[in-house]
């Protein structure tokens, strides 16, 4: 089944200028990509996308990276959309991510860990319509 995910390329990943070596990772795997923006986001915004983990105790720090510089949120299309994203981005520590994976290859730290990526369809859809509206994604990508 054709999925949507949303990936954001959090801001340690913009600081390194890697930019377009994830995105260029994304579409070697067969992502398409259907939307893409630059945003920084503040402090209440980061929060709330995070809302889920509001009780865990690195939520504050993790609030705050997210809100120290832009990101770049993006929709990717692709078959198993969901589930293929998370084996190319890795587990959420990269000491503990597969080799070749982007965590592994260019993450600094479990929180510092370059990309977001949603983890069920569920979660895809309320992610996706946070950062953009329809009228935002491209249909009919191929
Ligand atoms: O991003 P992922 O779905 O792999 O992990 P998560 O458990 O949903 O956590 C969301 C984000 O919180 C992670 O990507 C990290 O940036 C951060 N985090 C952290 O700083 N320390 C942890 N022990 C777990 C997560
Ligand atoms: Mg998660």
Do not use: W
């Amino acid at each position: 089944m054709v999925q949507r995910t949303l990936a954001i390329l959090k801001p340690d990943c913009v600081r390194k200028n890697l930019i377009g070596k994830v995105i260029k990772r994304f579409e070697a795997e067969g992502f398409k990509i259907i939307g893409m923006k630059l945003v920084k986001l503040d402090s209440n915004t980061a929060g709330e996308f995070y809302a889920v983990h509001k009780d865990k105790p690195f939520f504050y720090d993790l609030v705050s990276f997210m809100s120290s510089g832009p990101c770049v949120p993006m929709v990717l299309e692709k078959e198993n959309a969901i589930e293929d994203y998370r084996k190319v981005i890795g587990a959420t520590d990269p000491g503990k991510a597969d080799e070749g994976t982007i965590r592994k290859m260019y993450a600094d730290s479990k929180e510092q860990n370059m990309v977001h990526g949603s983890d069920a369809p569920d979660t895809a859809e309320y992610e996706i319509k946070y950062f953009f509206s329809s009228k935002e994604l491209v249909e009919n990508m191929g």
